[in-house]
């Protein structure tokens, strides 16, 4: 039986992972004590990874494909398929981003002032290439983790670390000096199994089907009746993401309208709505919209 080896981030990404999953329509059960979770299709087998080392089992075929960030994937220059951007949250617009932090009193300001200094990170081999190729030499050392405690304490000149909201940044009295990356969640594959043409078509399966339920995020249908005279009227109160799904009502001059819009602004049109002569006005949620 063919069968789809497929790696889940485990750590911060682990529940939202498994919650999309099920919106998409695969129900992943982990237990406490196993690192092996069961999965509602029979061609999938899964196992929970740390994003950091996933680039590089999928790269070396232990794994089919699996989700983990850009980031990962340049730390280890993994040479795999990258076949869809994951982007988890729509509550923040900022993506997550890879930044160069110092001291708030530290006297340097420019990337270039870090010339022979000291630098801790989790991102070791990307930070080292990246200031190589801006030629500035500096010794880039692992952090096992707390790095923003290493260079408030002076134990390092700067650091290299991941914020989305810059809160622990600034509550460590630290300042931002220089961005070197933006990152998001990909899902990725494997050369030699996206090569596979079953392989290949399950991970487009489950790309499309993930992908889907992220559009869905936020979005909701919104349905209603109408009278035919009051057609224009309602139509130019509706957003959406293409022309609404209109259908004559049996032996009727009224009107069936379905839509899609985003969640946050039903509460507006919908009084808007019933003033233009909607009635019977339905919202109910979307888990995926492809």
Same mark, same amino acid.
């Given at each position: 039986?063919?069968? %789809? /080896?497929?790696?889940?981030?485990?750590?911060? =990404?682990? +529940?939202? !992972?498994?919650?999309? #999953?099920?919106?998409? &329509?695969?129900?992943?059960?982990?237990?406490?004590?196993?690192?092996?979770?069961?999965?509602?299709?029979?061609?999938?087998?899964?196992?929970?990874?740390?994003?950091?080392?996933?680039?590089?089992?999928?790269?070396?075929?232990?794994?089919?494909?699996?989700?983990?960030?850009?980031?990962?994937?340049?730390?280890?220059?993994?040479?795999?398929?990258?076949?869809?951007?994951?982007?988890?949250?729509?509550?923040?617009?900022?993506?997550?981003?890879?930044?160069?932090?110092?001291?708030?009193?530290?006297?340097?300001?420019?990337?270039?002032? %870090? /010339?022979?200094?000291?630098?801790?990170?989790? =991102?070791? +081999?990307? !930070?080292?290439?990246? #200031?190589?190729?801006? &030629?500035?030499?500096?010794?880039?050392?692992?952090?096992?983790?707390?790095?923003?405690?290493?260079?408030?304490?002076?134990?390092?000149?700067?650091?290299?670390?991941?914020?989305?909201?810059?809160?622990?940044?600034?509550?460590?009295?630290?300042?931002?000096?220089?961005?070197?990356?933006?990152?998001?969640?990909?899902?990725?594959?494997?050369?030699?199994?996206?090569?596979?043409?079953?392989?290949?078509?399950?991970?487009?399966?489950?790309?499309?089907?993930?992908?889907?339920?992220?559009?869905?995020?936020?979005?909701?249908?919104?349905?209603?009746?109408?009278?035919?005279?009051?057609?224009?009227?309602?139509?130019?109160?509706?957003?959406?993401?293409?022309?609404?799904?209109?259908?004559?009502?049996?032996?009727?001059?009224?009107?069936?309208?379905?839509?899609?819009?985003?969640?946050?602004?039903?509460?507006?049109?919908?009084?808007?709505?019933?003033?233009?002569?909607?009635?019977?006005?339905?919202?109910?949620?979307?888990?995926?919209?492809?």
């Amino acid at each position: 039986m063919n069968k %789809l /080896k497929l790696g889940i981030p485990k750590g911060s =990404l682990q +529940n939202a !992972t498994i919650d999309l #999953f099920k919106r998409s &329509g695969w129900v992943i059960n982990v237990s406490s004590r196993n690192y092996f979770p069961a999965v509602d299709d029979k061609n999938v087998s899964c196992a929970l990874i740390r994003a950091q080392e996933m680039a590089g089992y999928v790269d070396k075929g232990t794994l089919d494909a699996g989700l983990t960030g850009k980031d990962w994937i340049l730390e280890y220059d993994s040479d795999v398929v990258e076949v869809a951007d994951l982007i988890y949250s729509k509550a923040s617009q900022k993506p997550a981003r890879w930044v160069v932090a110092v001291p708030g009193d530290s006297p340097f300001k420019r990337i270039e002032d %870090l /010339k022979g200094k000291r630098i801790s990170t989790e =991102l070791v +081999n990307y !930070t080292k290439r990246y #200031f190589n190729q801006l &030629g500035i030499d500096v010794e880039v050392e692992f952090s096992w983790g707390a790095t923003e405690a290493k260079v408030v304490e002076g134990l390092v000149d700067a650091i290299v670390e991941i914020t989305e909201t810059e809160s622990t940044i600034r509550a460590h009295g630290l300042k931002i000096i220089h961005e070197i990356m933006q990152t998001n969640t990909k899902l990725i594959a494997n050369k030699t199994a996206w090569k596979d043409p079953w392989k290949r078509a399950k991970i487009e399966q489950i790309s499309l089907l993930l992908q889907g339920a992220l559009r869905a995020d936020g979005m909701v249908g919104l349905k209603m009746n109408l009278p035919e005279s009051k057609m224009d009227k309602v139509m130019e109160l509706l957003p959406s993401l293409q022309a609404p799904t209109v259908a004559n009502l049996y032996r009727s001059e009224w009107l069936s309208v379905e839509t899609v819009v985003a969640e946050t602004v039903v509460r507006e049109i919908v009084p808007k709505l019933l003033n233009a002569g909607a009635q019977g006005i339905i919202e109910y949620p979307l888990n995926k919209l492809i």
